[in-house]
């Protein structure tokens, strides 16, 4: 079977890693503690760095582009409402999506995908050329593909890897995506005065063509492993399981955590960030509106920027570390751990720095050791889960955590109840007590999965 194969293909890799660090002396160990990437592994890992690297580039591209569009051609409003239509969108998308991976091989998938996205930035660029109103459409479009191209490529490393070497290599690759997000936002500054705002699309097409490229290779290094046996769909149970991902996720007890974690993890987001923007506006109330601008602006402009440097250090040093001495189990207490402690000192002592300092450490953790954490704990599943359950959570169930957060909580608090930040800070301490209960029963149900296939791993 092609999952089979897979699992044994990756054990054959990871022997030898504790003899090989030894090889090095001192300092070799202290870098294989750093970067726990073995010989064998390291092009490999490169490959799919410099991949992701690529693709998170384009989206902060893409993104700067999309902000005019919608704002001058809808406003702020149509903005704050469209996620809602992306939700819509992905209940029609990711059963589409499902259908697809249950009929290719994993590279075909790939491929295909990456085709459609290409084709649409054509006909966004053309579209845009004509002076057609494209700003909701690429919109709904971009939320769409930010999700699916990010979660294909985890479904991708996740068939590569075993669960030991996916624990030790997913932070370093997830570095690329890091410093692909801080790349990606400075890119525009200097393209845009060459390519204006429609260019931006075209230079994203050339990045996913590459991309198409990393992928081949990647594949056909596998293939060889493989002695030339013939690939078989991405789903490994595609000729006698035709669930979606939408049923795979509401059928199995260990997807329904994952997707419950991420949901209550994003709604804790998404109100948090609520908070800071309403407590940052209120701070600054009594200037004038230049002033203001002034403020609010650099306030983001720093703030997103130590995020982005804090998370980039942690993935690139701290995350594997964490996940080969802690383990996958112990690792998911850490984030809703801190996060439950920090909304507890928000509640304690309401102000602007106490709300900053918690929302960077929140975000910085998200970007770093949350994210690898929700990829990784896809490695012990079956590889319908890997594309297609996967598909189905890190899309809908995200966007879901966005409407029930902006749409529901938000409106409710501010709206209807007319409550102020300690209400939300209660609210995230309560969903936090729950994020710790579902990382337990989570982290248990992935250690029963782990054991269970380590028989067949080692036959």
């Known amino acids: 079977m092609f999952g089979r194969g897979i699992a ?27 970067i726990p990437v073995k010989r064998s592994e390291a092009a490999t890992v490169a490959l799919l760095a410099t991949n992701v690297f690529i693709l998170l580039t384009c989206y902060y591209v893409l993104k700067v582009a999309r902000e005019p569009l919608i704002l001058l051609g809808g406003g702020a409003e149509l903005k ?42 054509v006909a966004f660029y053309v579209l845009a050329q004509a002076k057609a109103p494209i700003g909701l459409a690429f919109y709904l479009w971009l939320g769409i593909f930010n999700a699916l191209v990010v979660s294909n490529f985890w479904s991708f490393a996740n068939d590569l890897f075993t669960e030991e070497a996916g624990k030790r290599v997913f932070g370093i690759i997830g570095f690329g995506a890091s410093i692909g997000a801080i790349v990606g936002a400075f890119v525009p500054h200097v393209l845009h005065k060459y390519l204006g705002i429609h260019g931006l699309m075209l230079f994203a097409v050339i990045g996913l063509g590459i991309s198409i490229v990393l992928y081949q290779i990647v594949d056909k290094r596998f293939a060889k492993v493989r002695d030339g046996k013939k690939e078989q769909p991405a789903s490994a149970s595609a000729s006698k399981d035709k669930k979606g991902g939408f049923s795979l996720v509401i059928h199995d007890r260990y997807l329904r955590l994952l997707a419950m974690m991420l949901l209550v993890a994003t709604i804790i987001n998404t109100t948090g960030e609520y908070v800071i923007g309403k407590v940052a506006t209120d701070h600054v109330a009594h200037l004038t509106k230049a002033a203001q601008d002034a403020y609010i602006s650099n306030f983001y402009s720093d703030y997103y920027g130590v995020v982005n440097i804090v998370s980039a250090v942690l993935q690139g040093l701290v995350v594997a570390r964490v996940l080969t001495v802690l383990g996958m189990r112990k690792a998911l207490f850490i984030m809703p751990a801190i996060v439950l402690f920090g909304w507890i000192g928000v509640f304690t002592w309401v102000s602007l720095a106490m709300i900053r300092v918690e929302k960077t450490t929140e975000n910085s953790l998200d970007y770093s050791l949350h994210n690898t954490l929700r990829q990784a704990l896809f490695l012990p599943t079956s590889p319908d889960a890997k594309y297609k359950a996967k598909a189905a959570i890190d899309t809908f169930f995200f966007r879901m955590g966005d409407v029930i957060a902006g749409i529901g909580i938000v409106f409710l608090f501010v709206e209807v109840l007319g409550v102020g930040t300690k209400a939300f800070a209660a609210l995230n301490v309560a969903l936090a007590a729950l994020w710790l209960f579902l990382a337990y029963r989570t982290g248990k149900i992935h250690d029963e999965l782990v054991k269970s296939q380590q028989p067949s791993q080692e036959s």
Do not use: N
């Open 80 to 121: 704050a409402y469209a996620s809602a239509g992306q939700t819509i969108l992905l209940l029609g998308v990711v059963p589409a999506f499902s259908y697809l991976s249950s009929r290719v091989s994993r590279i075909r998938l790939m491929t295909t995908m990456q085709v459609i996205f290409i084709g649409c930035l």
């Open 8 to 34: 044994q293909r990756c054990v054959i890799v990871d022997y030898g890693y504790a003899d090989e660090a030894a090889e090095h002396g001192v300092v070799g160990r202290w870098l294989h503690k750093v």
